[in-house]
């Protein structure tokens, strides 16, 4: 028998599969209303939370970072339970996690670039920029990645935040990466990095770039770094300054991009160029695999119905000599065995934030999606908290039409049994504190904000240690 769930005899009990900020703003909102009881399990694949602010953000944006203190302040709620070092699929299935739950939350994001299709986009030499990023924050699952820095030019493919990140940590001098919390890995390859300019490729004009006014105003303190940009690519068509006439924000991009156009080359050791309404339509090999070139076609813009202004190529083609190739086109998300995916969009497939099938639409009772899972890569961090939000107020909703977990399987300790029986190490948020705190005091003694622990098997021991230490000697 299973009584109704929510009361403070039998709270309601949800599983949070991810523990970045949509996963975090969702299990706020869970515990900040009043209506229900609730007991909530926040399972992630790695022993540390923070998801993309860990993993995503660049490593010399620690304001940025500071959100993870709200996210501390949720977790210290004695209603929530962290589990990382758990990872759905091959350590509980997804029959097996709706045994434990009456409710689930997807907040799993999207973790692979989208392609360019073009030919010789698999020559080495050739990333996805998530895994470059990955590759520099420490991310355990990337830390084994190798980037040949020995080249001299490096062509960024889109002009998102992700792909301006990438551009400026390439262009950053050792002492400017130093300072941050960049990963040790990372930072040896980077201080004998031979690349001297990093060309940013957009197939749209600069009025349609997609990154904020501060990751383009923050390149004007890099301290070995030129912005180069040809003061002509800056003039719109007509199209375009009718597009932004109300739009402060991109008005302000372009009064930026003129700024760094007028200064020009100041003969710095690197340079950051910015190439408008081009778009790579073939990557070249040397005859060995390695990329040594990208062909690149001019665009023109034109309205469509919508009034979206798109790009088509005109025929007029060049080349640009670059050894490295790293694309940030936008991104999507993985399926889930059991979950249904929405595989042409690259989400969890949902009707508003409800877990539905793709074809019928048909509402997957108990289960739910948030953040760019349930989206799409779209927004900043802040974006997620009314995302989230949204979700919640659907599955408070839902509450009295549940069919619960039988009582004995909805216990909290039913699920750590579980982990138990399958011998699985999983880490608490107890143990992550210990393992931040060894982070924190490791930077403090090398004038950084934090060294990171890159592996798992690093992390794990670096927990027992640190509760070794802990425990008194006799």
Do not use: C
Request: overall charge negative; glycine content about 8%; proline content about 7%.
């Amino acid at each position: 028998m299973s009584a109704q769930p929510g009361t403070p005899a039998r709270p309601l009990r949800v599983a949070i599969i991810g523990a970045g900020p949509s996963g975090f703003y969702a299990a706020q909102a869970l515990l900040k209303q009043k209506e229900y009881q609730v007991s909530v399990d926040m399972i992630d694949h790695l022993p540390t939370p923070y998801g993309l602010v860990r993993y995503g953000v660049a490593p010399d944006h620690q304001k940025i970072k500071a959100v993870t203190r709200l996210y501390d302040r949720v977790a210290g709620d004695p209603r929530l339970r962290f589990f990382g070092h758990v990872t759905m699929g091959p350590d509980i299935s997804h029959e097996e996690l709706k045994t434990y739950y009456d409710q689930i939350v997807y907040a799993v994001g999207a973790q692979t670039d989208k392609r360019l299709g073009i030919p010789g986009e698999d020559l080495r030499g050739s990333h996805p920029a998530t895994e470059f990023v990955a590759w520099y924050n420490g991310h355990p699952d990337f830390s084994d990645r190798t980037f040949d820095l020995s080249t001299e030019a490096v062509a960024v493919i889109g002009v998102g935040n992700v792909a301006m990140d990438v551009a400026r940590i390439l262009a950053l001098s050792p002492e400017e990466l130093e300072r941050s919390d960049i990963a040790d890995h990372a930072l040896l390859a980077l201080r004998s990095s031979r690349v001297k300019d990093i060309y940013v490729i957009a197939r749209r004009g600069p009025a349609q770039v997609k990154f904020t006014n501060s990751e383009l105003r923050e390149l004007a303190e890099m301290e070995v770094t030129d912005v180069i940009i040809d003061p002509a690519d800056l003039e719109l068509d007509a199209h375009s300054q009718a597009a932004i006439a109300a739009n402060r924000g991109v008005q302000t991009n372009l009064e930026i991009m003129r700024h760094y156009a007028a200064i020009g080359d100041t003969h710095r050791p690197k340079n950051i160029h910015f190439l408008f309404l081009r778009s790579p339509v073939e990557i070249i090999g040397d005859g060995q695999g390695q990329v040594v070139r990208v062909k690149l076609e001019r665009n023109e813009l034109y309205p469509t119905e919508s009034g979206y202004l798109a790009s088509r190529g005109i025929g007029d083609y060049e080349t640009l000599e670059v050894g490295m190739i790293m694309r940030s086109i936008g991104y999507r998300g993985q399926p889930i065995p059991g979950v249904p995916f929405h595989e042409r969009w690259g989400i969890i497939s949902n009707t508003e934030g409800r877990v539905s099938q793709y074809k019928s639409g048909e509402i997957v009772p108990g289960e739910y999606v948030v953040g760019w899972a349930k989206r799409g890569p779209t927004g900043i961090i802040g974006t997620n908290k009314p995302d989230s939000v949204a979700t919640v107020r659907h599955m408070l909703a839902d509450v009295p039409t549940l069919q619960p977990v039988p009582d004995s399987q909805a216990d909290p300790l039913a699920f750590t049994s579980f982990l138990h029986d399958r011998q699985l190490r999983y880490v608490t948020w107890e143990e992550w504190k210990l393992l931040d705190a060894a982070e924190v005091a490791a930077g403090e003694r090398r004038g950084r904000p934090r060294v990171k622990f890159v592996t798992v098997p690093d992390m794990l021991a670096a927990i027992d240690a640190a509760k070794a230490a802990q425990t008194p000697h006799r």
